[in-house]
């Protein structure tokens, strides 16, 4: 049996730090999604390749690796098991996951706004992402799930105030803002994988 590496963060670990993680985060009302919900629900994929993100903003200097680790973080939040991104950086060749075996689905993000100017003088970071999930190794497969997601993260928590000095503010506001574009992913549901086939 093949061994793929995965992303593995213990379970214990990730539900007492996600209350603090979700702090701090503007509660939007939730993005129009659109995709194969049906198709969602039954394969609940779980080995997931997440790409390389795309920066398709007007040269606004977007961290990329900031963001993916984001959405790898936040996809296993959901339960789902993200491939390492190394794993996917040494088998992503023309733009698709050509590893053997292909994992379940691939995610793709795409950054269409990026503006952090505003984090020193309010403590409000925005961005726009459009991000979809395919069912396979490459975009060619199904649309299982989509979503465009235009948020405002305010670190300061409603007080309008840059936040305090000596944090690296920037990779809380990714996280934060990559919870917020998946909340309306599915949680994937072992059980529907692994429950017996009715007689």
Same mark, same amino acid.
């Given at each position: ?37 049906e198709r ?13 993100? *795309?920066?398709?903003t007007?040269?606004?200097?977007? @961290?990329?690796d &900031? $963001?993916?680790?984001?959405? /790898?973080?936040?996809?296993i %939040? ?13 088998n992503?060749?023309?733009?698709s ?5 292909p994992?379940?689905?691939? *995610? ?5 706004a990026?503006? @952090?100017?505003? &984090? $020193?003088?309010n403590?409000? /970071?925005?961005?726009?992402? %459009? ?21 405002v ?15 690296d503010?920037?990779?809380?506001a ?26």
């Amino acid at each position: 049996m093949l061994v793929r590496p995965s992303v593995r963060i213990v379970a214990g670990l990730l539900l007492a730090l996600l209350p603090a993680c979700q702090s701090g985060v503007r509660k939007d009302p939730a993005p129009p999604v659109q995709g194969a919900p049906e198709r969602l629900a039954e394969l609940q994929p779980s080995d997931v390749a997440v790409a390389p993100v *795309l920066d398709r903003t007007d040269g606004q200097r977007v @961290p990329l690796d &900031l $963001f993916r680790s984001a959405f /790898v973080e936040s996809l296993i %939040e959901r339960r789902y098991s993200p491939l390492a991104p190394s794993y996917v950086d040494a088998n992503w060749i023309e733009a698709s996951f050509k590893g053997t075996p292909p994992p379940d689905a691939l *995610l793709l993000v795409t950054i269409t706004a990026w503006n @952090p100017a505003h &984090l $020193f003088s309010n403590g409000q /970071v925005s961005a726009t992402a %459009e991000v979809r999930l395919f069912e396979g190794g490459d975009t060619t497969g199904r649309l299982l799930w989509q979503s465009t997601v235009a948020h405002v993260v305010d670190l300061s928590e409603g007080r309008g105030t840059p936040p305090a000095g000596g944090t690296d503010w920037i990779p809380v506001a990714v996280r934060k803002f990559a919870q917020q574009a998946l909340a309306a992913l599915p949680m994937r549901d072992p059980r529907v994988v692994h429950a017996a086939p009715a007689q």
